[in-house]
């Protein structure tokens, strides 16, 4: 069974920094492109950033160029975002979430989610 | 880089069809058959229905389909069933900085 896992969240003030993870099991880790997408309280979805099976191409939205920082380890089946000089409006529930093999393009055809972990930037 | 524009809400009887648009731009929906939809029921994750466009990935229901006419897509519901009601995003590739755009979502309601 495809599984895949966030943690890492919680409450951090403004300015500050947190890392999340995204362990996966079920499937070979190193085979798939994988992507984070947040979603802030009550709003839609927004994606955030991709990187391909051996982190060798990454892309990042623009609300996160600069600041976040996207990372895999595939021998510990696991996803990475780091993110710094956190702000109020990053509040948002992030997702993990594998990209289907056969799409070519990043950030298209998200097969399977996390059950998504919450970060809150509040002083 | 604005999002994809989608109805705020949708509704329909039990048995019936809808069809919720998805509208953008020559550079993302108009120019590329790179389109995915996801249902998102509260509290839970996305999870998708519809990817380039109209192909469904396997173990969802025939009763959602997938289509495109210049600018704008289209998700089809098909035999509305209540299970249904829920939150429903389209996504398209674009050409214009970022590479993926989202829309802002539909809320649909079976009555």
């Known amino acids: 069974e495809v599984q895949l896992v966030e943690s890492g969240g919680g409450l951090v003030q403004p300015g500050g920094s947190l890392r999340l993870s995204c362990a996966v099991s079920?499937?070979?880790?190193?085979?798939?492109?994988m992507n984070w997408v947040r979603q802030a309280p009550g709003k839609g979805l927004e994606w955030l950033s991709y990187?391909?099976?051996?982190?060798?191409?990454?892309y990042y939205a623009d609300s996160a160029k600069g600041r976040f920082t996207i990372s895999r380890n595939n021998p510990k089946n696991t996803l990475y975002l780091q993110m710094n000089s956190l702000r109020v409006d990053d509040t948002a529930i992030y997702y993990c979430?594998?990209?289907?093999?056969?799409?070519?393009?990043?950030?298209?055809?998200?097969?399977?989610w996390g059950q998504g972990i919450l970060v809150t930037v509040s002083s | 880089q604005s999002a994809l524009t989608q109805p705020a809400s949708v509704s329909g009887s039990p048995g019936q069809s809808i069809t919720i648009s998805c509208t953008g731009t020559?550079?993302?929906?108009?120019?590329?058959?790179?389109i995915s939809w996801y249902q998102q029921h509260p509290a839970k994750a996305p999870k998708l229905l519809i990817y380039?466009?109209?192909n469904r990935p396997s173990g969802v229901s025939d009763r959602f389909s997938g289509s495109k006419s210049g600018n704008t897509a289209s998700l089809t519901i098909s035999g509305l069933q209540a299970e249904d009601e829920a939150d429903y995003y389209c996504?398209?590739?674009?050409?214009?900085?970022?590479?993926?755009?989202f829309g802002g979502g539909t809320k649909l309601t079976v009555l």
């Open positions: 979430a594998r990209q289907d093999r056969r799409e070519v393009v990043a950030g298209q055809n998200l097969d399977f």
């Open positions: 079920g499937f070979t880790f190193n085979d798939y492109e």
């Open positions: 990187i391909s099976t051996h982190g060798s191409t990454i």
């Open positions: 020559s550079s993302d929906i108009g120019g590329y058959d790179y």
């Open positions: 380039d466009v109209s």
């Open positions: 996504s398209s590739y674009t050409d214009s900085g970022t590479l993926v755009l």
